[in-house]
Every structure is written in C-alpha cells, then in structure tokens.
C-alpha cells in the first residue's frame, strides 16, 4: 500500500501538518487506509502464529472498529489486521499506534515486537532494521473481556467497548546508528507571557553525554546550532518563543517549534521533529481554578468518543462538528470520558478554544482489579503514554484517571499515590483530579489538585422521594460544604458529573423520569445548583450525545442499549435539554468572560 507523508510532528498527524511549511528529515508517514482483514473468531491467542495464516483475507479501512461494521456487529473475538510498509533498508523505524482495543499484539516480518493491554491508549513499537525494504505488519487484536489478559477493560463499563485499530497508525524512520528525538515536551514557564517555555527533550539511542541541537519556531529560521547535556536519555533547556501571543479559549494562538538534532562532530542534522504548543498557564489554587491568571469557571459536558455508524473512530468532521454544537451551548470545556483522547479531536480544541479534561481509562474497577499487577503495570505504562502524547495540547488543563473507583476505601490507596506521583513527576504544571462518586465519604482527596464529584440527586437513588428535582440543589450544597469542613477549602471543586435519562421525541404531560421534559428541568437546575455556588469552579454534564452501552440483561437499566442522558440524541438531534443548557451557560460567564 502506498503512506502518505506529513510533517516531522509525530503525534498531531493528521490536521496540524498543512500548517507547517518547513521541509523536514524525518517525515511521519500514515498507514491509514484499506489493509487486509479476518475475523478469527473464539480462537487459543496462545497457538497463534502468523505464519500459518491459511485463511482468505477482506479488505477493511484502519481505522476502524470491525464490530462497528455490519458483518461483525456484536461480536467478540480475536481478529487479524494485515499491510506491507516500507522502510529503507538498514534504517530502524517506529510505528505509532493512535489506539488498538482491547488488546493487540504487533508483528512486523513476522516477529512478535508489542504487545498493549489498554484499548485507548497511544503506543509505539521498535522496527529493527532489515535488508530489505518492503515489511509485513500484522495485528493480531482481541475485543473479548478477559481478567488476566485485559484487566483494564471490564465488561460492566456503562458503555460499549469496541475491537479493531480504533486509531490512526504512523511509521516514522529513524536514523541510522545515531540519536533520535523520542519526544519534545513544550512547558510554558511563570514567565509564558514573555513566551517564555521549558523544552525536555526524550532521546532514543543516547542515555547521557551531550546532544546538539538547533531551534526553529512558527516556521521561521533556525537558532545556530548549540550544545545541551543529556543525562538518562533527556536534555532540558528554557527558551523565548520569539513574538509570544498567547493561547486562551477566546483567542487561541498556538506556536510551533522545530528541533534539528546534530550528531556531537557531524554537521548535517539527523534527526527533527516539529510540534505545536499554546503559551497559557493553569493553576488550581485558592479554592479555584485559574487560567492566565483569571478566574475560570468550567461550563461543559462529558463527551464519549462515539456515532452509531463508527463506533469511536469518529470522522473528523463529526469532531469538529460536536465541537460546534458544544460551543453554541455556551461550553468552553469537555471532559473525554473516560479514556485518552484521539489525537485528531486535541488538535480541535487547540485550534478552536475548547478546554480538555483528559483520563486514563477507568470506569468503577473493583478491589481485585486493584490488587492485579497486571492492572497496575497496565495502568501506570497507559497513564504515562498519555501524558507524552497529549503534553503540548495547551486546551488540555486537567489530567485524570480512574473514573469512579471505590475511594470510600482504601484498597484503591497505592494505585491513586502511584498515579499522582507519576502526573506530578512527568508533569508538574498542570492540577490532577479524579471523578468520585463519593462526595461525603470520599478518603483521598488530599492526592488531587482538583475535587471532582459525579452526582446524581434527583435521578438515582430517590424512590422515595415524591419530587426528586428538589433533592438536587440541597445535595449539591451540602457536598460542596462538606469539602470545606473536611479540610480542602483551598481545592477548587467542580461537578464532573449530573444527568438525567431523557429519551429523544418522548413527551409525556406528567414531565415524568425519561422524557424531555424532566431532563431539562434537570439541568436546568443542576446548572443554577452548581453554577449559582460560590465553591463551584465549572460543571461537566451527563453527557453530550447519547452512546451505546450494556448489551444483554444489563441492559434492563439503559433502554435501548443506549445510555440516554444525551443533550442530543446519538445523531446529534438536540432534546430539549438543549435549549435549556443553552440558556443557562449562556448567562455564566466567569469574569474574564470564560
Ligand atoms: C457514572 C459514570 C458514567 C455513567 C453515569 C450514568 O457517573 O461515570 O460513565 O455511567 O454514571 O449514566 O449513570
């Protein structure tokens, strides 16, 4: 098949490159497009090998979930994703992953060189040289639940985890026995009103010595050429961004910078990569969050990555498209729930001024999830991934992870720890949260930046109770008191959750639970209870559009399959949440008018 080459940026591949106009060494190629495809069905993973392939081959567009498609709705089972690349012969090379789910194992000539347990997550995969230039690849992929092999991916999410290369797949060619850029990490420093950012440089092939480099921003030409050391593999320098502007939802300016890297005693570059970056500054303090140094108040939603007719491997039309329906509601923030983020929609916000939260995937996992070692690897090797991959996003403010889990207790401790030590180690300028859905018993609070609570009064939970929608605002001020008596006045708090079911075209004249009636009063009150508070630093609601969930007997509790508490319905038809939502976001503006 025949790639096409972008811009040297490895990780904003598909939309960022026509803005760069500077020739470069290292081209990232995509492998997007039709590859040979087959459906293996219930086979032992363990007597697979890819040399006894003896079965007829489809062809299939990558990305794709094949049990989006038609032919393989619903099923589970081990499949095979097959192309040729080329690589000039005696040059390594790396293949960049978007995201393969649940599970895959990569095999390039057919040599096993991969394997990822966490079906959202960006990775890469070393292609040692060869002589030759054309190379087989082969991903052997597996969208069953299975504890030991997958234990990121329970089969109890509230929401429909599909098998397939869900994500872009890139090659890049790297040199030939001399050092590369693994990474380029932009940080915009105290002084990122002066332009000025914090450059760590990640290197394969040199652990420490000395590295010579050479920058170049916003296409303009390069810097002379000068000397930084390495010590494990990383190199760091502060720098100016000549003629700084920068990057804030209502003007969201963005910089490039290009680093060349020259060998020490050669003069010609071997290797460079470009990427792009925002000057802003985030801060979680004085109970609030802080953008540029004004207050900010979040006013956004929950968004799954999902349309009936692709499963997650949304079109980047529909991308923008949600995003445009979300700024006309007045939104300036999204939470990617509840997983890392396609790289396609970042690049959006960047562009357009849309604020990001964004999660390792984690949806409610249980006590023995906690106490596999397998999940924790998985877990900490995802969560750092997508830390280096979405790192220059400047729409990114927040960094989660574990959506839900069981943080009345304290089994979930060691992970929690581990996970904030490893954001703030790689890290430290932008706050770190988790979703809890336990606001009054919630026992570690103290490891977030941010104090994040999924709520649901007025929709579970109330039996009892003859008007539920009266239940939301006492509970909402009773959580946010609660914060503060428990000592984490100085942490701002934001709902991260709050929704109700409405069903798209179903009116009834009660305005009873599940029409649209009651979901608009719904959060029409949910935004005055959060929004109206004084400790309230933004809402995120349940959620955007509707999205397939719990097939099966589960699905007694979501009609049709579908988690309903959509805005708009699964083709992006608005409810009559929507108005509403627009009213009330319309009218609060934080004070800097964000
Ligand atoms: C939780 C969860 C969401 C969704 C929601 C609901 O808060 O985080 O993914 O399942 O509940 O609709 O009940």
């Excluded at 953008?291 to 980047?316: A, D, K, Q, S, V």
């Excluded at 932008?430 to 490891?447: I, K, Q």
């Excluded at 075209?505 to 009651?518: I, L, P, Q, R, V």
Aim: hydrophobic share 40%; net charge negative; glycine share 6%.
């Amino acid at each position: 098949m025949t790639s096409r080459a972008t811009s040297a940026t490895f990780f904003q591949i598909l939309l960022f490159p026509a803005m760069s106009t500077t020739p470069t060494l290292r081209p990232v190629h995509s492998l997007d497009g039709l590859w040979n495809f087959a459906f293996l069905g219930e086979i032992d993973l363990a007597a697979f090998t890819p040399h006894a392939i003896g079965f007829p081959f489809e062809k299939v567009p990558v990305p794709s979930a094949f049990d989006a498609l038609p032919a393989w709705a619903g099923k589970r089972g081990a499949a095979v994703y097959r192309t040729t690349f080329a690589v000039p012969p005696g040059h390594p090379a790396q293949l960049q992953f978007g995201a393969v789910s649940l599970w895959s194992r990569v095999y390039v000539d057919g040599q096993s060189l991969h394997e990822n347990a966490c079906g959202y997550a960006p990775f890469r995969v070393a292609v040692p040289p060869a002589a030759r230039a054309e190379r087989e690849l082969l991903v052997l992929v597996d969208n069953r639940f299975d504890f030991e092999r997958v234990p990121m991916h329970e089969h109890y999410f509230d929401f429909y985890q599909y098998g397939g290369i869900l994500r872009s797949v890139a090659l890049r060619v790297l040199p030939v026995a001399a050092p590369y850029l693994e990474h380029v990490l932009v940080s915009p420093t105290d002084h990122y009103r002066a332009g000025e950012i914090e450059l760590a440089l990640h290197f394969g092939g040199i652990k420490n010595g000395e590295s010579r480099v050479a920058l170049a921003f916003d296409d303009q030409s390069a810097t002379s050429v000068f000397t930084l050391p390495v010590a494990d593999g990383r190199a760091v320098t502060t720098v100016r961004v000549p003629a700084p502007r920068l990057w804030s939802p209502n003007a969201p300016a963005l910089h490039t910078v290009r680093v060349t890297l020259h060998p020490v005693g050669a003069d010609a570059a071997v290797d460079d990569m470009t990427v792009r970056f925002g000057l802003r500054r985030i801060e979680a303090r004085d109970g609030h969050l802080w953008l540029n140094g004004e207050m900010l108040r979040l006013r956004g939603y929950n968004r799954h990555e999902w349309h009936p007719n692709f499963g997650p491997c949304t079109p980047t039309l529909q991308m923008y498209a949600d995003i445009q329906l979300l700024q006309d509601l007045g939104c300036n923030f999204v939470r990617g729930s509840h997983y890392q983020q396609d790289q396609r929609f970042l690049d959006l916000c960047d562009e357009l001024g849309l604020l990001v939260w964004e999660e390792n995937l984690g949806w409610g996992q249980r006590e023995r999830t906690f106490a596999s070692e397998k999940f924790q690897r998985d877990h900490r090797v995802a969560l750092e991934a997508m830390l280096l991959h979405s790192y220059n996003h400047p729409s990114v403010i927040l960094w989660g992870f574990l959506n839900e889990a069981g943080t009345d207790a304290d089994y979930v401790r060691p992970v929690f720890e581990e996970s904030a030590a490893l954001i703030r180690a790689l890290d430290p300028r932008r706050p770190l949260t988790y979703a809890s859905m336990f606001a009054l018993t919630d026992r570690h609070y103290d490891l977030a930046d941010v104090i994040s609570l999924n709520l649901y009064p007025g929709w579970y939970n109330c039996e009892d109770h003859p008007r539920p929608l009266e239940l939301v605002r006492p509970h909402l001020a009773a959580c946010f008191d609660h914060i503060d008596r428990a000592g984490f006045a100085a942490k701002p708090v934001l709902v991260s959750e709050i929704g109700a079911e409405g069903l798209y075209g179903w009116h009834d004249a009660h305005h009873d639970f599940f029409t649209e009636e009651y979901q608009a009063a719904y959060l029409t009150e949910a935004c005055a209870a959060a929004l109206g508070h004084p400790r309230c630093s933004g809402i995120a609601l349940w959620h955007f559009s509707d999205a397939r969930t719990y097939s099966g007997c589960r699905a007694m509790r979501r009609p049709r399959t579908y988690n309903n508490k959509g805005t708009f319905d699964e083709y992006r038809r608005p409810k009559l949440a929507a108005a509403a939502v627009r009213a009330a976001f319309r009218t609060t503006r934080g004070p800097a008018g964000i």
